[in-house]
């Protein structure tokens, strides 16, 4: 079998015949970005052969150019290894992301009906016919009034229920949800580390929080986050269809990683918190609607073709045995509602987080992911729908565009004719997030260096209002045959080339990417402004903007008027982060039955809006695509 060796690590796997070397570089540790999911077309899984023989593909599409082919450049996705080869990785760095696991405070009394009784069952008599089971159930109905239903006994518990009734002369503690035993314990009195659990998790297209929690004080426990293992498959939603559509190997491939993380992650949270995976009672679990069908190992497809009907919208409710997570034997995961193929359980788990279900104001609540997902409360009614927002706010797509991880520009400000620009961990610049891109296009825009349409102006260009703004166009808006670009960043570590920006080096933003934010934005802004319209309502009449995910937690709101990612007519102090609002909920869901039955009142009540064939969202969208005029 052929061996590939990674430099600079001096790493070395030995692989089948024909494996492909993206996926190689992952079983390495190698976190390589694949936004296109494998498919030839982004360019960003590139890679440099130093020995070994070069395939000949392995550029698709002039992803990469005649000169980095020779250079041993390929596209990583595009190679299988027929023989040894060693592999320059060095321009790919570990990354740290950041991911959002704040939650705005939700203060509820636990209702989730999970509950520890201790019993001691008398000793069973000769001539009568009562069964270990029977005998369970009355002694429980006769000293703490509990009803078990003896058809819902997981089955390992029946198998061990003789001898551990035995072994106790008869004595034992259950946890029972309602009228099911979640598990059997040696009766003792209740210590810390056997109290039941729950674990609430948030599965984004980018990245998977989760929480651990205490489920008799309702307390959380511990948090851990990590990113979707399924980005290797594909960036954005569409993409991740599309890999599970292949096939049903590709299907339960692609189930089986995000099942695989949430073990691991459920492994971490215990282990950073002293307790037992068999004490967790239950797990909910909300994300968008296409991740929740992924998770379930149910086809998305339908999801990505007129009508986008998903398989199921209502809350699913399993044993949490058949995702081969290790919990009580009983234990259930309960996946979250969802209001369409493209609201999916997600902004419901937000919805009742932030409790918009239950306002009189007017309340928008926007999570701008690959997909712009907003709800809004008016008059008592809920209106819904999603935006193809497109992965730009997420670095896809854009150039130079990288998550939110170290090095990636993050914020840029122009003020007192400055620009300031900052990175994630104070990092040399690498790339730029969502953050980072939407303050460059607000500063550009502020300091005149962008009109309307979106056009960049060269210095001679600009109807100049400062001296250091012409100065700051003179130096670092220039112009190269692919087009336009803003210097944002210079001494940059080696970064692939931006296209449109043909300088090494830098980190830029390029004519081009400035066109696809316009794009993602006017879709967000279009959509907002199409769910107003429905409720009869103007953007000044709105109570709260509330901005949801890690995009819209980290934004300026500033920066979001700026650039009219926001409609015009939205008050700054309207504008406020509500951290995960997906784990809030799912939290909160998990706490608390009344919130579950919110969840699926939200499903059914939503007014979902269909915006693909409306024409009110096509005018909208002609006018948010253009950028406001600066005051
Ligand atoms: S080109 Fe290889 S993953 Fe996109």
């Known amino acids: ?209 989760a929480m651990l929690i205490d489920l008799e004080s309702g307390h959380p426990l511990a948090v851990c986050s990590r990113v979707n293992p399924q980005t290797r498959m594909g960036d954005d939603v569409i993409s991740r269809i599309a890999y599970a559509r292949k096939g049903t190997s590709e299907l339960k491939k692609i189930q089986s990683v995000i099942l695989d993380a949430l073990d691991a992650m459920v492994i971490e949270l215990c282990e950073s918190s002293g307790r037992q995976r068999e004490n967790i009672a239950r797990f909910t679990l909300a994300g968008n609607t296409t991740m929740q069908h992924l998770l379930l190992g149910i086809d998305p497809t339908p999801i990505a073709q007129a009508p986008y009907v998903p398989a199921v919208r209502d809350h699913v409710v399993l044993q949490s045995g058949h995702l081969q997570w290790q919990a009580m034997p009983g234990a259930v995961a309960e996946v979250l509602p969802a209001i369409s193929g493209y609201v999916g359980g997600d902004i419901v788990a937000g919805i009742v987080a932030t409790g918009i279900d239950r306002t009189d104001r007017n309340c928008l609540l926007v999570d701008i992911g690959t997909n712009g997902e907003i709800a809004l409360a008016s008059g008592g009614v809920l209106y819904a729908c999603s935006t193809a927002a497109g992965p730009a706010f997420e670095g896809a797509r854009i150039g130079q565009g990288m998550r939110a991880s170290t090095g990636a520009i993050s914020s840029v400000k122009w003020a007192d004719d400055q620009l300031t620009i900052g990175t994630v961990d104070h990092a040399p610049a690498r790339g730029i997030c969502g953050t980072g891109l939407l303050d460059a296009v607000a500063a550009l825009l502020h300091a005149g260096l962008l009109d309307e349409t979106g056009r960049m102006l060269l210095a001679d260009e600009m109807e100049v209002e400062s001296d250091a703004a012409h100065s700051m166009a003179v130096l670092r808006m220039r112009e190269a045959t692919e087009g336009r670009y803003f210097v944002l960043a210079e001494d940059s570590p080696d970064f692939p080339d931006s296209p449109g920006c043909s300088e090494q080096g830098i980190v830029c933003l390029t004519q081009q990417d400035v066109r696809e934010f316009q794009l993602a934005k006017g879709a967000i802004a279009a959509g907002i402004l199409v769910l107003l319209e429905e409720a009869g309502i103007e953007p000044e009449d709105l109570d709260e903007v509330l901005l949801a995910g890690a995009f819209g937690n980290y934004l300026r709101g500033a920066s979001a008027l700026a650039t009219g990612l926001l409609p015009p007519g939205v008050s700054l102090e309207k504008i406020r982060p509500v951290g995960n609002s997906a784990l809030a909920g799912a939290c909160a869901a998990l706490l608390n039955r009344p919130v579950r039955q919110r969840a699926r009142d939200v499903m059914r009540k939503a007014r979902y809006v269909e915006l693909s064939g409306s024409m009110a969202f096509q005018m909208a969208f002609a006018e948010t695509m253009e950028f406001p005029v600066p005051e």
């Open 1 to 209: 079998m052929p061996v590939v060796r990674f430099y600079p690590t001096s790493q070395a796997l030995t692989v089948p015949h024909g494996m492909r070397l993206l996926d190689v570089c992952y079983d390495a540790g190698v976190e390589i970005t694949a936004s296109c999911g494998g498919g030839g077309t982004c360019g960003k899984c590139r890679i440099k052969i130093l020995e070994g023989d070069v395939p000949s593909g392995g550029g698709h599409d002039g992803a990469l150019s005649k000169e980095e082919l020779a250079e041993g450049w390929r596209l990583s996705c595009l190679i299988h290894v027929e023989s040894d080869l060693t592999v320059d990785v060095s321009h790919i760095v570990k990354r740290r992301d950041q991911i959002l696991t704040d939650l705005i405070p939700f203060d509820l009394v636990p209702d989730h009906g999970i509950y520890t009784v201790n019993a001691h069952l008398p000793e069973p008599e000769l001539g009568k016919t009562l069964s270990d089971v029977e005998r369970l159930q009355e002694t429980l109905a006769a000293t703490s009034a509990v009803t078990l239903n003896a058809g819902l006994i997981p089955y390992a518990i029946l198998q061990s229920l003789p001898q551990h009734l035995r072994q106790s002369n008869g004595a034992c503690r259950i946890v029972a949800e309602e009228n099911r035993i979640l598990t059997l314990l040696p009766a003792q009195d209740g210590d810390d580390e056997n109290k039941p659990l729950g674990v609430a998790v948030d599965i984004g297209t980018t990245t998977v929080a």
